[in-house]
């Protein structure tokens, strides 16, 4: 557990230092909301909601962040 908790906190240092701040999403939120299938993963639908995008797979719903 001790190993798994540690690299955990590894790669979320790593994702901010690899972060580009001040930047901003390349379209507006509303083209990116919509059904997604992969073939591995099956559906996978994105919406917005309020301000930002929120992610639904297998009914688990989680905010997306740019």
């Known amino acids: 557990r001790r190993k798994g908790m540690k690299a955990d906190k590894e790669a979320k240092t790593k994702k ?3 972060r580009k701040k001040g930047t901003k999403p ?3 939120l ?3 909301a919509g059904n ?3 073939p591995g993963y ?3 639908t994105v919406r917005k909601v ?3 995008l929120e992610f639904t797979f297998n009914d688990i719903r989680t905010p997306l962040e740019h």
């Open 42 to 44: 099956g559906l996978i």
């Open 30 to 32: 509303d083209e990116y």
């Open 26 to 28: 390349a379209h507006s």
């Open 36 to 38: 997604y299938e992969h």
């Open 16 to 18: 901010e230092i690899a």
């Open 50 to 52: 309020g301000n930002h």
